[in-house]
């Protein structure tokens, strides 16, 4: 299932937190070759894991991490304004509507409807919290597979080349890309709000009458 | 409604105490008409602040009986970064029920809305309003209001940092020079499309720099925004159309960083 966890909620999910950093080790520093930090249990975490932020995560039916994404609101302190502020001027966009995403990763063999289903999982976060957009951080080479997934960024400058190559873009919510990304990622629209809802309370609607 | 808001916002604006934010917040809750509005932070060195419209009793007991380690609000807020309806809360506890049952007796609402902001160093803030009324009409009055509502939360907050002991200056006000350049052509009165056109980006990204914009000059919409970095100098308009050196207001790099 798809699950929206704060940086304190993890805790109650260690099998898929631990699975979670492991695979960001995998992915960041084994496959794409980034200079991240990588502790004695194999997880790479990074400063910006301190501040709470929010994960989207695919968990596999066994209670592992299939894949995840972080974000952040661009209102309090963002990756994206303090290491890539020479990418471009877009660094320092500051608004409770645009939040930053950024540790896009996916497990090894992960199935190709993961990526989907993050996507769908942001394209969740901009309409139940009318965000207007989101700031990436990623592997250049993931371009190809968000076009591929229906959910382009606006590529708005890029570091390095070839393999080395990290770009910033610009997420913008419109709600035409919904049905596509919801085909690749092979779920309904009722079960994607439902796993919303199991993460946001709309399940459970206390009555408030006075 | 609109010019009310953009006049509550100039005023806190000028604010330079704890009275003036309880004054403003009073003032707030009568453009809103709705029974309490109440913002309180705990400062990165972890001093609590308040001010809101709730009864002085309802004030004093909540601190004497130490509620801010049962309140639903609190617990459920702190360590977010979204929005939340008093709805969507966990009030199935015991203890979140007498609670409950005694805020209301205070006359705090049935309903409410919180908005949780992440201030630098660990500063953390919550700006509330609440009120009594039906599911459907409280449903529609933060949605009609949600926008400006998190908007006058971060200017709050940003008054509230300014109150703090040590404080490190923010930066927030500072635009980017291309959020100039979107303020100083939408100022001379280009359309979105040949702002977007003319800084050779989309309108979708022109958008983030006005999004940006606006909220860094604390504004409610575009047009508002405009006039406040104007007002404020950080954008000069007046000469129309180039000038010798094919430049314009805002243009030129140098200028702006003269």
Redesign the interface.
């Known amino acids: 299932m798809l699950r929206y966890l704060?940086?304190?909620d993890l805790h109650d999910h260690p099998k898929l937190r631990d699975s979670m950093f492991r695979d960001r080790a995998t992915q960041f520093r084994d496959r794409l070759g980034w200079d991240v930090t990588v502790d004695e249990d194999g997880f790479e975490r990074d400063q910006y894991d301190d501040l709470?932020p929010?994960y989207v995560i695919w968990e596999r039916a066994d209670g592992s991490h299939g894949g995840s994404a972080r974000f952040?609101?661009?209102?309090?302190?963002t990756m994206t304004e303090e290491h890539f502020a020479d990418i471009a001027?877009?660094s320092?966009?500051?608004?409770?509507?645009?939040w930053e995403c950024t540790r896009f990763c996916l497990a090894p063999q992960a199935e190709p409807r993961v990526a989907g289903l993050l996507m769908l999982g942001g394209g969740e976060l901009m309409r139940?919290?009318?965000l207007?957009?989101f700031?990436g951080v990623f592997d250049a080479r993931m371009i190809r597979i968000y076009r591929m997934i229906g959910s382009s960024p606006?590529v708005?400058g890029t570091s390095g080349a070839g393999r080395d190559a990290i770009s910033v873009g610009?997420w913008?919510y419109t709600d035409a890309d919904r049905e596509l990304v919801l085909d690749r990622a092979g779920v309904s629209s009722a079960l994607s709000e439902h796993w919303f809802g199991e993460a946001?309370?709309?399940r459970?609607?206390?009555p408030?009458?006075? | 409604m609109a010019q009310r808001l953009e006049r509550f916002l100039e005023e806190l604006e000028q604010a330079t105490s704890l009275e003036d934010l309880q004054a403003q917040i009073a003032a707030l809750r009568e453009i809103y008409k709705v029974d309490h509005i109440v913002y309180h932070w705990v400062s990165s060195d972890g001093e609590q602040y308040g001010c809101g419209t709730y009864s002085r009793e309802w004030a004093q007991i909540y601190v004497e009986r130490d509620y801010l380690r049962i309140d639903p609000v609190v617990l459920g807020c702190f360590q977010r970064f979204h929005p939340v309806d008093w709805k969507r809360l966990d009030w199935s506890s015991k203890a979140a029920r007498s609670f409950q049952k005694e805020a209301l007796a205070h006359g705090v609402g049935n309903q409410g809305y919180s908005i949780p902001i992440r201030g630098p160093n660990g500063q953390f803030a919550l700006f509330t309003l609440s009120h009594s009324c039906q599911d459907a009409e409280w449903d529609a009055f933060t949605d009609r209001n949600r926008r400006d509502l998190i908007l006058i939360a971060h200017v709050f907050n940003q008054k509230g940092l300014e109150f703090e002991k040590r404080r490190i200056p923010e930066a927030a006000k500072n635009l980017s020079p291309r959020e100039i350049d979107a303020m100083t052509f939408l100022a001379m009165g280009y359309s979105r499309a040949q702002v977007a056109n003319t800084l050779s980006i989309s309108e979708h990204t022109l958008r983030a720099y006005i999004e940006s914009a606006r909220f860094k000059l604390g504004a409610l919409n575009t047009t508002h925004a405009v006039a406040r970095a104007m007002a404020q100098g950080l954008i000069v308009v007046g000469i129309t159309g180039p000038d010798a050196n094919g430049g314009w207001p805002g243009k030129l790099a140098d200028r702006r960083a003269s």
């Open positions: 704060f940086g304190d709470e929010l952040l609101p661009t209102t309090g302190r001027d877009i320092t966009l500051k608004s409770p509507f645009i139940g919290f009318h207007d957009h700031l606006e708005l610009l913008t946001f309370g709309e459970a609607l206390m408030m009458s006075a």
